[in-house]
């Protein structure tokens, strides 16, 4: 039987668009971007139009405002040292509890290497930003305010809008990462006054090892890798042009599926929810059930150990991620499920299930077919489900 592939927020398939696009700058456009001649110019045009591709997704004013990456990590660190060195008058960073390591661990090390001040702006049990902290946050002294557009969990989304508007108005930078919402919920830069936003390839089914930073014209950037002239002497390193054509290729089929995203996606999650809660007992949906990513669902099952979960699904075929990681041999919740405030028994049983436009119906009945019956089984093993479980009326 066909595997089940539940976990696009790890990473999505590469589209086979994408791949026969990039096919040739292997062996036949296999120049580099930077040399004079013919092979050089085939390559160089190649990364034009993924240029204007990953521009047309964001709805960027314009091509040079792409900055490409190795992925979402380089470009959230490049914004936020760039952030900082361009502004040493202001001294404070503005973030989320729930924000991606790839913000996270390099905002915590700067706050105790370099004198930073970290401001982390908390959330409630739904996963939404406390708003009046947020406010209280964000000042004068702030040089970059940081807010992940939807989160990777829950796939909560933020109200960046918002946020970047009172950004603005205290002359802070504003960056989000976007790379869990593009190609998922629309993004249009025209309106949205984001200053920096962080892409990253391989979560819209394009290659792995490459993404974007967008810098809206007029904001001043530092690179983060020193060297040659490329990318305008913001990304020094010679171009994975094969990757970064199929990144444009991917963002361009991205913005073509976006309705099938939302509406077809987007049912087919909620059609695994509502099975997944009448079928299960003592299970909670978490994030926020208003305002999500369509393709995300993060579900707590009570009293089941969710790397159990994982591994019972594996044998039968379906892969899907754990809102729990080791940590010291025992299972703790994640950053996430922590700021979230979701009690441990409940967390340590969390599942994240997240579809995309390659999941079909059948894949759905499976999950609903497989997995009560594997929940029912470890929760008979447990003594603490025993003790907990509702009584039969
Ligand atoms: N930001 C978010 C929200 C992510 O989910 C991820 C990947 O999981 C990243 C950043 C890192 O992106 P990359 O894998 O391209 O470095």
């Known amino acids: 039987m066909q595997p089940v592939y539940l976990d696009n927020n790890a990473t999505t398939r590469t589209d086979p668009e994408v791949v026969s696009t990039m096919l040739p700058y292997f062996d036949v456009h296999f120049g580099n971007a930077s040399s004079s001649h013919r092979f050089g110019s085939a390559a160089a045009e190649g990364m034009r139009l993924a240029r204007r591709q990953v521009q047309a997704l964001l709805g960027a004013a314009q091509e040079q405002e792409i900055i490409f990456t190795s992925g979402g990590t380089e470009a959230n660190n490049m914004a936020l040292l760039s952030a900082l060195e361009t502004q040493?008058?202001?001294?404070?960073?503005?973030?989320?509890?729930?924000?991606?390591?790839?913000?996270?661990?390099?905002?915590?090390?700067?706050?105790?290497?370099?004198?930073?001040?970290?401001?982390?702006?908390?959330?409630?049990?739904?996963?939404?930003?406390?708003?009046?902290?947020?406010?209280?946050?964000?000042?004068?002294?702030?040089?970059?305010?940081?807010?992940?557009?939807?989160?990777?969990?829950?796939?909560?989304?933020?109200?960046?809008?918002?946020?970047?508007?009172?950004?603005?108005?205290?002359?802070?930078?504003?960056?989000?990462?976007?790379?869990?919402?593009?190609?998922?919920?629309?993004?249009?830069?025209?309106?949205?006054?984001?200053?920096?936003?962080?892409?990253?390839?391989?979560?819209?089914?394009?290659?792995?090892?490459?993404?974007?930073?967008?810098?809206?014209?007029?904001?001043?950037?530092?690179?983060?890798?020193?060297?040659?002239?490329?990318?305008?002497?913001?990304?020094?390193?010679?171009?994975?042009?094969?990757?970064?054509?199929?990144?444009g290729s991917a963002a361009a089929l991205a913005a073509r599926y976006l309705e099938v995203e939302q509406g077809w996606v987007g049912a087919l999650r909620d059609q695994l929810e509502q099975g997944l809660m009448q079928r299960i007992g003592q299970a909670h949906v978490l994030g926020d059930a208003q305002h999500r990513l369509p393709n995300t669902s993060c579900i707590a099952f009570d009293y089941v150990d969710g790397d159990a979960l994982l591994l019972l699904l594996d044998r039968v075929g379906i892969a899907v991620s754990s809102g729990a990681a080791c940590a010291s041999g025992a299972m703790e919740p994640s950053h996430v499920l922590h700021a979230m405030r979701v009690p441990a028994n409940a967390a340590r049983g969390a599942l994240r299930f997240s579809l995309s436009r390659d999941t079909t119906t059948p894949d759905i009945y499976r999950v609903l077919e497989e997995l009560p019956p594997i929940v029912a089984r470890l929760r008979a093993n447990s003594p603490l489900w025993r003790d907990h479980a509702p009584v039969p009326a």
């Open 88 to 247: 040493p008058d202001r001294d404070e960073i503005v973030i989320t509890a729930v924000e991606h390591p790839a913000i996270l661990a390099l905002a915590t090390h700067l706050a105790k290497t370099r004198g930073v001040t970290l401001r982390v702006v908390e959330v409630d049990s739904c996963g939404r930003l406390d708003l009046d902290q947020f406010d209280e946050y964000v000042g004068s002294r702030t040089a970059l305010v940081s807010v992940m557009w939807a989160n990777n969990e829950t796939g909560t989304l933020f109200p960046i809008p918002r946020l970047a508007e009172r950004a603005r108005a205290f002359g802070a930078l504003f960056h989000t990462d976007a790379v869990q919402a593009a190609g998922r919920v629309p993004i249009d830069l025209k309106s949205v006054p984001v200053d920096m936003l962080s892409l990253s390839s391989h979560k819209l089914h394009g290659p792995k090892g490459v993404g974007a930073l967008y810098v809206r014209k007029g904001v001043a950037v530092r690179p983060l890798l020193r060297g040659g002239r490329q990318e305008r002497g913001r990304r020094a390193g010679t171009e994975n042009v094969p990757g970064i054509v199929g990144f």
